[in-house]
C-alpha cells in the first residue's frame, strides 16, 4: 500500500508542477500584508474548489482565512498554509537589492511557498484517497497574518483545529529539517497614551506630553533588561509620537513584544512591562490604555512526526540544483558576509553545522535535533501544537545564511530555488500526511508524544473570547 501511494505521489505532485510553481509566483507578487490577503486567499480557496473540496471563507472572524475539506470518517489530518508578506520588503527576484516598489510589501519570509506546498499536498492527498478508496479526512487550513497578528491563534479559540488528528506545515528556509526546538511564547501589545495639548514654547506648563510617556516608558523597559531571564525578548517600536515640535504632543503610542520560552515566564515579564507603562503614566500625568494585538503559545515538537518527515525527505531526495539555480544561488551567497552565515548556522545548533560553512546550498537531510531548546522567535504554530500533534518542518529554499526578513530572502522566494524547494517539500508532506492516516501505529504514537510533552498542562487561550482579529489596524 505504501509504495503505491508514494509512488503516486510523485508521479502527481511532477504531473501539476507548473500549476503549483505558477501559484507560488502569483502569491509572490500579490505580496499582501496580513489579514488583507484577499487576492493571495481566494486563489487559493479556488483551487481548491475546483479540485472537489468544501471550502468556507471568512472562518474565526477573518475574512482572508478559510479551511477546506474533502473526505469522510476518521482520521483527520490537516495541513496549513500561509501566505501574508512582510511590509517594507518589495525586492525583484535579483541578486542586488533593487525593490519593486520602494516601500511596498515583499514575501521576505517566503509565505507564497508555505500557502502553496500546502495547497499542493492537500490536492495531492486528497487524489491519492479518491484513487486507493481511502478513509479519512483531509482539510487545508488557510491561516492569515502569522507575521502580525496570528491568525491560526483565532482559529484555533474558535475550535476550528478540535477535531483534528495532526497537522503538518511546511516553512521554507536555508535548511532542510524536521527540527525538534521549541518556540517563544510572545504577547503583543500596543500601548497608547493620551495628554494635553498647548504650546511647546509659550504654555509647556498647560501640556502633558503623550510622547514623554512613550519615552519613559521606553527607558525604563530598557533598565528592565538587565533584571529578566535572559531568554526573554522585549522589542518595541514608536508608532505614533506627535505633529510637530511647538505642540506638546496629546497622544502617543508604541507597539510592543514580550517573548520567554514558556507561558507563564512571558506572563512575569509581561505584567513588569505593564508596571513600567503605568509608572511613565503618572510621571507625566497622562492617561494610558494597553490594546492587546495577539499572544501565541510556544511550539510543542513531536518526535514521531519529524522522524517519518526526515525518513521521507531522504527517501524522496533532496533534488540538485540546476545550472540556472546554481548561478542564481552563487550570486545571492556573494551578498552574505561569511560572518553572517557562520553566525545563522552557529545559532541553529544542528549537529555538525561548521560541515556547512563551505556549502552554497543545503543538501543534507539532518536526524531532527534540538529537543529542550528553543527558537529566538515565535509563530502561532504554536497555539495548534497545543492542541493536537503537529509539526512544521522546512526545506532549504535559499542559499545557506540567508537572514530571514531580508531583501535576500524575498528575492529567492520568488526564484527558480524557491521552485525547487517547493515541490520537494509538497512531496514529503503529501508523503507523511498518508502515513499519518493509514499507519495508526505511526499516528498514536505521536498522539503519545503530544500528551507527553504536554505534562497534564491545558490550552487556554491568551486572548480573551470577546477580542477580534484586527482587521482595520492597518487603517490606523
Known sequence: MRADYRDLVLELVESKRNRFVEISDTIWKYAELGLREFKSSRLLANE????????????????????????????????????DALPGLSQKV???????????????????????????????????????????????????????????????????????????????????????????AVKSARFHFYGIASHAAASPEEGRSALDAVELMNVGVNYLREHVIQEARIHYVVEKGGEQPNIVPDYARSWYYVRAPEVYQMEGVYRRVLDVARGAELMTGTKMKVELIDAMYNVIPNRPIAERIVSNMREVGIPPLSDEERKFAEEMAKTIPDEIKENRLRKSKRPGWERLLGKLIDDEVPDPWGDGEYMMGSTDVGDVSWKTPALEFSTAAWVLGTPFHSWQSTAQSGSPLAHRSLIFAAKVMAITALDLMTDRDLLEKAKEDHTKRLRGREYKPLIPPDLKPPVDFWEG
Open 94 to 184: 535579483a541578486p542586488q537589492k533593487e525593490p519593486l516598489k520602494p516601500g511596498a510589501p515583499g514575501h521576505g519570509c517566503g509565505h507564497n511557498i508555505h500557502g502553496t506546498s500546502g495547497l499542493a499536498a492537500a490536492l495531492t492527498v486528497k487524489e491519492v484517497m479518491r484513487r486507493l478508496d481511502l478513509e479519512g479526512t483531509i482539510k487545508f487550513f488557510g491561516t492569515p497574518a502569522e507575521e502580525n497578528f496570528s491568525g491560526k491563534v483565532y482559529m484555533v479559540r474558535d475550535g476550528l483545529f478540535d477535531d483534528v488528528d495532526a497537522v503538518l506545515s511546511h516553512h521554507p528556509s536555508d535548511m532542510n529539517s524536521a527540527s525538534l526546538m521549541s518556540s517563544l
Open 48 to 83: 481548491l474548489v475546483a479540485n472537489g473540496f468544501h471550502v468556507e471563507m471568512g472562518v474565526a472572524g477573518m475574512p482572508t482565512a478559510f479551511v477546506a475539506t474533502w473526505g469522510k470518517g476518521r482520521p483527520t489530518i490537516g495541513i496549513m498554509g500561509e501566505y
